[in-house]
Nanobody, 118 residues
Framework: QVQFVESGGGLVQPGGSLRLSCAVP????????MGWYRQAPGKQRELVAK???????DYADAVLGRFTISRDNAKNTVYLQMDSLKPGDTAVYYC????????????WGQGTQVTVSS
């Protein structure tokens, strides 16, 4: 079973920044596009950012201009830089690999909690 390990979450004030990291198995990191998802209480999990093997990125409208996804294949790590955070960004954040047809793998990590509050 594929294991993704997310870290870097925490409590931050509105307008603040956080950088999330995701450790990815090497065999996965070099072969697949990667995505960051989030799930807020009472809501469905949603894709907020994705990055292809070649580094092309795409973002959900809600985070466009504030979040930046990147990957370091040498370190088998995917990052999510989150700036200008809002209370609406509060959620558990997960990373996952993406099949070529766009759906995530079945395996999910524990996620990392991000809370934006004053």
């Amino acid at each position: 079973q594929v294991q993704f390990v997310e870290s870097g979450g925490g409590l931050v004030q509105p307008g603040g920044s956080l950088r999330l990291s995701c450790a990815v198995p090497a065999s996965i990191c070099i072969l697949f596009a990667m995505g960051w998802y989030r799930q807020a209480p009472g809501k469905q999990r949603e894709l907020v950012a994705k990055i292809t093997k070649g580094g092309t990125t795409d973002y959900a409208d809600a985070v466009l201009g504030r979040f930046t996804i990147s990957r370091d294949n040498a370190k088998n790590t995917v990052y999510l830089q989150m700036d200008s955070l809002k209370p609406g960004d509060t959620a558990v954040y997960y990373c996952n690999a993406l099949h070529p047809w766009g759906t995530p793998f079945d395996s999910w990590g524990q996620g990392t909690q991000v809370t934006v509050s004053s």
